[in-house]
């Protein structure tokens, strides 16, 4: 497949190396390049992915109906879930947070390192879905960005949870508001799209000038085609509320360090 530079129109690029902190729920699926002309650095569809991802959900639902065969039929030597000598207790929901966290590594934007400081409740075993969020809930509701953050990806690609846009939009606008950068982008990209929020360009614009004044680097050309769906009076209002965005974040730190 090929690719062009969006910028210039160059058939001349490669693919660039992923940095830390740029995967997202919303570039899952896509790999970063660069172009060999004007350098500018953009995103584009990884086929390799879905290939893969396609390709593994092929082989469970084949393992799933293998299964589902051995127990429908019940004969000896059929596969069992539990035999006659495990205690009933044994198909309850598991005993430690470690075994939750192990459950859900493979998620790549979960961040398990932001539980280690504090236990959580395991949920109901008749609930699974629930794992993931119960973990970062708590922290949330308490005010950490970082959960909050978190708590917003998985509301966002509706993992470990029903997939809810709205609920998103609110746990990453939280994050936000603290400045968490990356919570900062990913409000820019629901914005710029409707998607959990009304479609507001100049809030999408807003988000993205002060996540990329944080250096989320693809916040960057997010800002810059943003802009370009702004009159100049729109473009002056957002930069400015941008601009007073960040200066009351500062006044508010300097008072806080006072004290």
Request: proline share 3%; aromatic share 10%.
């Amino acid at each position: 497949m090929t690719f062009h530079c969006p910028e210039c129109g160059s058939e001349r690029v490669h693919q660039s190396r992923v940095r830390p902190g740029e995967r997202t729920a919303a570039n899952l699926f896509q790999i970063p390049f660069r172009c060999r002309d004007c350098k500018t650095r953009f995103w584009g569809r990884n086929t390799g992915a879905y290939i893969v991802t396609l390709a593994g959900g092929g082989f469970t639902l084949f393992i799933g109906w293998i299964i589902w065969f051995a127990l429908l039929h019940d004969e000896p030597g059929s596969i069992k879930l539990l035999s006659d000598s495990q205690p009933a207790a044994m198909s309850e929901a598991p005993a430690s947070n470690p075994l939750l966290s192990s459950a859900i590594a493979r998620g790549e934007e979960i961040d398990i390192k932001t539980l280690n400081d504090e236990e959580t409740s395991i949920p109901d075993a008749n609930n699974p879905r629930y794992y993931t969020t119960s973990l970062f809930l708590d922290k949330a509701i308490k005010g950490s960005a970082d959960a909050q953050y978190q708590l917003g990806l998985l509301y966002l690609a509706g993992r470990g949870t029903l997939q809810d846009f709205s609920e998103a939009a609110e746990w990453l606008t939280l994050a936000a508001e603290q400045n968490h950068s990356l919570a900062q982008y990913e409000l820019g990209l629901l914005y710029q799209i409707g998607q959990g929020v009304e479609l507001d360009m100049e809030k999408s614009y807003i988000w993205f000038n002060i996540a990329a004044a944080a250096g989320v680097e693809q916040a960057i050309l997010a800002r810059d085609k943003a802009m370009r769906a702004l009159s100049a009076a729109q473009l002056k209002a957002a930069q400015k509320e941008a601009r007073d965005w960040l200066d009351n974040k500062l006044k508010f730190k300097q008072k806080t360090n006072q004290r």
